[in-house]
């Protein structure tokens, strides 16, 4: 069965949301705004683990360890398929005959032609931020049923793409479009 978010605690969202953002899917080091330390972080990465929203791999040298061993290689952490998938961003393809993870899903850019690793989250969340007044907050995470830190980091994968997603504040509501050059052309009958 898979997790859902409302089965996480607010540390273990910031983290996979942070992670999910990063474009190699490395949880550490954690985000700063995380206040748990200690035995208090490593309980919360080791129930993720737990429930197979991120796995231990072996770290490149820059990485931040989670755990090694004499012998043994340096671990770190990294989000697997089934977390993207808890957060509402991934489908699920991890391979568990290999034991290993699958690769994260590309968000389809406009005009792209759509990848079969699409969704029709993401491909909503596109459609609405191609709209010449794009979309608020609200309106996004509640048609897309993810939380605000959710939306967040899809916006973020896309900016690292290379897609400029303007931020529009008036009167207190934040709502996040492409900007005009960006936007695909609305054909008649698309809307």
């Given at each position: 069965?898979?997790?859902?978010?409302?089965?996480?605690?607010?540390?273990?969202?910031?983290?996979?949301?942070?992670?999910?953002?990063?474009?190699?899917?490395?949880?550490?080091?954690?985000?700063?705004?995380?206040?748990?330390?200690?035995?208090?972080l490593t309980?919360?990465l080791?129930?993720?683990?737990d429930?197979g929203?991120?796995?231990?791999?072996?770290?490149l040298?820059?990485?931040?360890?989670?755990?090694?061993a004499?012998?043994?290689?340096r671990?770190?952490?990294?989000?697997?398929?089934?977390g993207?998938?808890?957060l509402?961003?991934?489908?699920?393809?991890?391979?568990?005959a290999?034991?290993?993870?699958?690769t994260?899903?590309?968000l389809?850019?406009?005009?792209?032609?759509?990848?079969?690793?699409?969704?029709?989250?993401?491909?909503r969340?596109?459609?609405?931020?191609?709209?010449?007044?794009?979309?608020?907050?609200?309106?996004?995470?509640?048609?897309l049923?993810?939380?605000?830190?959710?939306?967040?980091?899809?916006?973020s994968?896309?900016?690292?793409?290379?897609?400029?997603?303007e931020?529009?504040?008036?009167d207190?509501?934040?709502?996040?479009?492409?900007?005009?050059?960006?936007?695909?052309?609305v054909e008649?009958g698309d809307?």
């Amino acid at each position: 069965m898979p997790v859902k978010p409302t089965q996480l605690s607010d540390t273990q969202l910031v983290i996979l949301t942070a992670a999910a953002a990063r474009e190699d899917g490395r949880l550490l080091p954690p985000p700063t705004t995380i206040k748990a330390r200690g035995s208090a972080l490593t309980a919360s990465l080791q129930s993720l683990i737990d429930k197979g929203l991120t796995a231990e791999t072996e770290a490149l040298p820059n990485d931040a360890i989670w755990r090694e061993a004499d012998g043994e290689p340096r671990l770190t952490l990294m989000i697997t398929d089934a977390g993207l998938a808890a957060l509402g961003l991934g489908e699920e393809t991890l391979s568990p005959a290999e034991g290993e993870l699958g690769t994260h899903e590309v968000l389809q850019a406009p005009g792209e032609t759509p990848q079969p690793s699409s969704t029709p989250k993401r491909d909503r969340l596109i459609a609405r931020l191609s709209s010449p007044a794009g979309a608020s907050v609200d309106t996004l995470t509640t048609e897309l049923g993810w939380l605000p830190h959710t939306l967040r980091a899809a916006i973020s994968g896309l900016r690292k793409r290379g897609l400029d997603v303007e931020t529009i504040r008036d009167d207190g509501v934040t709502a996040y479009r492409f900007t005009p050059a960006q936007a695909p052309a609305v054909e008649p009958g698309d809307e």
